[in-house]
């Protein structure tokens, strides 16, 4: 059973910056992409960043020069850099893992950080 544990989430103020982090286990399979998605009530859950195996991203324009994506293969993790953070930014945020194995692809999901910007 693939488990993604988040941790980083909080309360901060506007201008400030958040370090969030997930690592994943349990998979069979290679982990071929990680990322972050962000979602508030009433919202559908929309793509924050991600990143592949081979270190390629893609950020959603809202975050662009204010957030960077990294990972560790050998540890599975990912990481999302956040700074200049804007109310805007408060959501629930969720990390998701990508496995691979003869063409078909698994997703899994994290439980979920909270990030709060208010001052």
């Known amino acids: 059973q693939v488990q993604l544990v988040e941790s980083g989430g909080g309360l901060v103020q506007p201008g400030g910056s958040l370090r969030l982090s997930c690592a994943s286990s349990?998979?069979?399979?290679?982990?071929?992409?990680m990322g972050w998605y962000r979602q508030t009530q009433g919202n559908q859950r929309e793509l924050v960043a991600e990143?592949?195996?081979?270190?390629?991203?893609n950020y959603a324009d809202f975050v662009k020069d204010r957030f960077i994506i990294s990972g560790d293969n050998t540890k599975d993790s990912v990481y999302l850099q956040m700074t200049s953070l804007k109310p805007e930014d408060t959501a629930v945020y969720y990390c998701?893992?990508?496995?691979?194995?003869?063409?078909?692809?698994?997703?899994?999901w994290g439980q979920g950080t909270q990030v709060t910007v208010s001052s």
């Open positions: 998701k893992a990508r496995d691979a194995w003869l063409g078909v692809f698994n997703d899994y």
């Open positions: 349990g998979s069979r399979f290679s982990i071929i992409n």
């Open positions: 990143i592949s195996r081979l270190g390629d991203t």
